[in-house]
Each structure stands twice: as structure tokens, then as C-alpha cells.
């Protein structure tokens, strides 16, 4: 059993920055990545980024790359997301998941939260 809870989300101006976190509570430790997806209503949940656990590796859809860092903060079991230079664009629901491999696909990861709002005003 898995538990991921996100926080972090809100109300945030263009050019702002958001710092998403997701902190994961598991029985037996089958955890190998977690990631991070969005999803607007009518529309499918779009990748934002992945890491490994142990923090190696990193991924990132293009639309994020370059203003966004994915990370984990060990002491806290807690993967964060730090969003820059944030636009209208970015405005969705963040899903945390967790899975077994880093990858951008959602149907790899078992597990989700159940999402934090994020809204950018122009």
C-alpha cells in the first residue's frame, strides 16, 4: 500500500514560481520513481517530469524543461517539483505517481495522489 500526498499548490501570477511537493508512505518499500503529471478538465493527464529514487536520473516533458527541477529530499521521503517562470499554460491539477521505472507514460506508474491545483493568472 502507497500513499502520496501533494501540497503545494495555489494561486500564483505569470512569471511566478510554484514548489510542489509529494511525500510518499509505504508499507513495504516497492518504490523505484515517481513523477509528476497534469491534467486540465477534457483533457488526458500530461507528463511533467520523473526521477529515479535513488536521484540519478531525471526526466522532462519539453513544455517544462528548462524552468522546472525535479528532486527528492531524502530525509523527508518527498519528491519535489520546483516550477519557474510559470505561465497560464501551466494551469492543472499535479498528480504525483509512483511506479517502478522512470518514464513518461502514466500507465507505468501504479500509484497516485490525488492531485494539487495549480492556477496561473496573467
Known amino acids: 500500500q502507497v500513499q502520496l500526498t501533494e501540497s503545494g499548490g495555489g494561486l500564483v501570477q505569470a512569471g511566478g514560481s510554484l514548489r510542489l511537493s509529494c511525500t510518499r508512505k509505504?508499507?513495504?518499500?516497492?518504490?523505484?520513481?515517481m513523477a509528476w503529471f497534469r491534467q486540465t478538465p477534457g483533457h488526458d493527464r500530461e507528463f511533467v517530469a520523473a526521477?529515479?529514487?535513488?536521484?540519478?536520473?531525471?526526466e522532462y516533458a519539453d513544455s517544462v524543461k528548462g524552468r522546472s527541477t525535479i528532486s527528492r529530499d531524502r530525509s523527508k521521503d518527498t519528491i519535489i517539483l520546483q516550477m519557474n517562470n510559470l505561465t497560464p499554460e501551466d494551469t492543472a491539477k499535479y498528480y504525483c505517481?509512483?511506479?517502478?521505472?522512470?518514464?513518461?507514460?502514466?500507465?507505468?506508474?501504479?500509484?497516485w495522489g490525488q492531485g494539487t491545483q495549480v492556477i496561473v493568472s496573467s
Open positions: 505517481a509512483q511506479g517502478l521505472t522512470v518514464s513518461n507514460m502514466d500507465f507505468t506508474y501504479k500509484n
Open positions: 509505504e508499507e513495504s518499500f516497492t518504490t523505484s520513481a
Open positions: 526521477i529515479s529514487w535513488s536521484g540519478e536520473t531525471t
